[in-house]
């Protein structure tokens, strides 16, 4: 038997310790008003995007149904949380496990029939599974609780060690556990014989059925891990906003978890962290502040789709490569004007956005708009000519910029490649 060394992954570990220290001091740093709450649906959210990347990112599945199992989790955890109020002996910091068994248990019962088909076909099958829950959750008010949906109360028994689960912070903490459990676990499995298997069959499924793999079983497989994890994340929504309803399994949540997975990028393991963190900004935060949250979001997920098909991930990690390889300097200042461009162009779209929305949908309630700290009169043309001419700016701007900057951004990765090339000889 011979031994081999191996190394240690020291950046791994860095990177891992600072994401532990990073979910222990937020609280501690963001502390005002509701954002105890907000992350606390960043982390929920960000285990609901992971469990989802499993499927789209790493095995190339296309799923509009994933809300199935996480919502049907979160039932499960919420008569579990009332069956504890009753008196059964079952600890809140292990209701999300139940949530989890019981997302795994559906992916099971439905995963069997969905992932016998892919592509399109598998997408199209998942549409019509969540409809179908969505519908039954409204049929059933006995276990879905009707249009009301089920509610609970967390607090139950006696405090262990002081902790109640009543204060939000308390509940943040058991959110953060989860998240860096469940993350450490969902990372594992992309390192596992299975992992591989799955990004073998996203890239080529024949190959994989040509050395012997049963494709489906693969697909299978992995869906009933995603969907545990999605469980999961369902049990901690339950105890953190203390109710469920049928908006926890209907299309609109599962188009959610793919719109922020896909923003954040996909061919990242980190990618959805970063999309559940922009996600509760676009959807919770940006709509105390206007009524155009939803345009916004879908101006910016379009831009996306047309500029950074791999996410905000893709973008990080290629301006980091041009950091290591030390060819920032070339880009710097073409990349300072082109955001400096595209601010300005975005500050000109946001002031005739907000004007238009509250000259068509908010008349009623006067001409005057706060915008940007400032009262402004939407009746009379100096904000609209303001607005325009940014937009005007910005776009000649970014125009003109645009072209010496990709050519520039060019160079420095074929140089990079050349470089990599060189050290591989």
Sequence with gaps: MTMTYRPLNLVRWIIWFCFAVTLVVAPLIFNKGASMSLLSQVGTLTIFALSYNMLLGQGGMLSFGHAVYS???????????????????????????????????????FGYVTTKKSGTTFAMITLGLVELVFAASLMFPTFFGGEGGISTNRVIGEPFLGITFGPQIQVY?????????????????????????????????????????????????????????????????????????AENVSALRSGAVLLFTFIGGIGFFFGPIIGAVVGVFLTVMLSDYTKAWQLYLGVFFILIVMYAPGGLASIVMMNVRVVVHKQFRRVAPLMAAICGAGLVLFSGAVVLIELLYHVTLDVGSGPLLKLFGFQVNTGAPTAWLIGLSLAIVGIVAFAKIKTPFCDVWGDVNTDIEAAIRRAQT
Excluded: C, K
Excluded at 81 to 108: D, Y
């Design 71 to 109: 919502g049907l989790g979160a039932f499960f955890a919420i008569h579990a949380l009332n069956m504890a109020t009753a008196g059964a002996p079952i600890p809140v910091m292990l209701v999300p496990l139940i949530g989890g068994f019981a997302g795994m248990g559906f992916g099971i019962l």
């Design 173 to 245: 903490y058991l959110i953060a556990f989860w998240l860096f459990v469940t993350t450490i676990g969902m990372f594992a499995f992309t390192q596992t014989p299975l992992g591989r298997l799955v990004n073998a069959v996203r890239d080529n499924p024949e190959r994989v059925e040509f050395i012997g793999y049963d494709t489906q079983w693969v697909r299978y497989m992995t869906l009933i891990l995603s969907a545990f994890f999605a469980g999961i994340s369902g049990g901690l929504s339950a105890i953190s906003f203390e109710i469920v309803s």
